[in-house]
């Protein structure tokens, strides 16, 4: 089995201290943070140029659910927000193709409601590297060694940053296995075109 994790994802709840900030709209009714809608009021978040981008998500997950890698059952599937929540997406979950859909089925899985195919716990990233018992670990990033993705079967999981901007930093000394910064090209790519070649990847 393989694990893929969208890390540091910019997907959360609407934090409390913008939310008396943030100006009702009739076209966007939901309580998950989206830059495209707050971005007023996200000036007074820490971090705020990775935060509120759940579209990555969604594409991300889209490719993902939809990889041959996957459809043969041999990929584990984690998001891990930037508030430090883990959702595990079921191999079997069939996302909304619609984007208010999905952030609907978000919503109310990270307010606690149970989704038979999404299970949400709080922990760090560390925390669940270890869980998982990952042994070789390729945290991607366009800085890292640059490597010819017919050679990405050698790790068993893969870290991508579920966020526009910044930079995703692990404690190496909290993980048992094995990091290494990986780059799968000379130039930065979109977090959903990263996960769409490691999944080819694996799966060829």
Known sequence: MYNIILAKSALELIPEEIKNKIKKSRVYKYGILDSNYH????????DR???GRPDIIHISLLNILDSPINH????NIYIHTYDDKVLKINQK??????????LGVMEKVLKGEKNPLIKMEEKTLEDLLNEINAKKIALMTKKGRLTNPKYLKEFDTFIIGGFPY????????KVS?????????????MAWTVCGIICYSLSF
Do not use: H, Q
């Open 39 to 46: 971005y007023k009021a996200m000036k007074y978040l820490k």
């Open 49 to 51: 140029e990775m935060r």
């Open 72 to 75: 043969e059952k041999k990929l």
């Open 93 to 102: 979950t069939r996302l909304p193709r619609n984007y208010f859909r999905f």
């Open 166 to 173: 910044g930079k995703l930093n692990i404690n190496k000394e």
């Open 177 to 189: 296995g094995e990091v290494e910064e990986l780059s799968i090209y000379d130039k930065g790519l």
